[in-house]
């Protein structure tokens, strides 16, 4: 059987997408999506995506991190994901969808850039070390001294792996304040184990953490990702986010397809 693919970047965050609107990946073979997406011997992608059929809005998104499991939400994916659907004339410039977290809807420009609405935030955990929320997937935040130089995978495995955070773990941020608005972060990323070149869920965190904790007052804020930047905002009412939009650019990369 062969299966036809696109690959996809949004920011250095790279995934593998597959239109299966007609049901036909089978999707619970976590084996063959861990090789779709090992760089060595498949396609190579930080995860996989699947654009499938949805009832109440214009497309569906289920994510796989790249070890082949089902995992929570992909900020970076689901901008990816929207400007699949364009591409495959599923949208237009406008969109709702479904994912993992509930009901998106964004919106993608002729120039490939995604904006994306992520969840609202309400619950967040500040500790004198780091600060805690889940913005579609879980993320601990952390600010550290010297992050161009920071062994993020090191670092990033003791914590994922630590007492913290039980047996599902969380994605970690070492974050750098640049400026009033600026804030740098490097993510090390549950599923993929390892560090990535951007995070979308990672660098929301970022910026609510960084607002939640009063280092900057802004509620649109530029995060520098290690594949290029991306922009935040939101709206606070005491301690809720809300009208929370990831934005940045998504690519196409190239396409192909592959016997499985």
Known sequence: ?????YK????????VMIDNRT?????????????LCDRRFGIGGDGLILLENDAETDFKMVYYNSDGNQSTM???GGRCLVAFAKKLHVIKN??????IDGLHQ???????????????????KTDLNYTFLNTGSPHHVELVDDL???NVKENGAAIRYGGLYGEEGSNINFVKQIDDTTFSVRTYERGVEDETLACGTGATAVAIAMNATGLTTATAINVNVEGGKLAVSFDRKENQYTNVFLI????????????I
């Open 1 to 5: 059987m062969q299966i036809e693919f």
């Open 8 to 15: 996809y970047q949004g920011t250095g965050n790279d995934f």
């Open 23 to 35: 049901n036909t990946f089978p999707k619970e073979d976590i084996t063959l999506i861990a090789h």
């Open 74 to 76: 992909c900020g970076n």
């Open 94 to 99: 406008n969109c709702s969808f479904n994912a």
């Open 106 to 124: 964004a919106s993608v420009t002729e120039d490939a850039i995604v904006s994306l609405q992520m969840i609202d935030v309400t619950e967040i």
């Open 148 to 150: 161009e130089h920071f």
């Open 248 to 259: 940045g650019p998504a690519k196409f990369v190239f396409k192909g397809a592959i016997a």
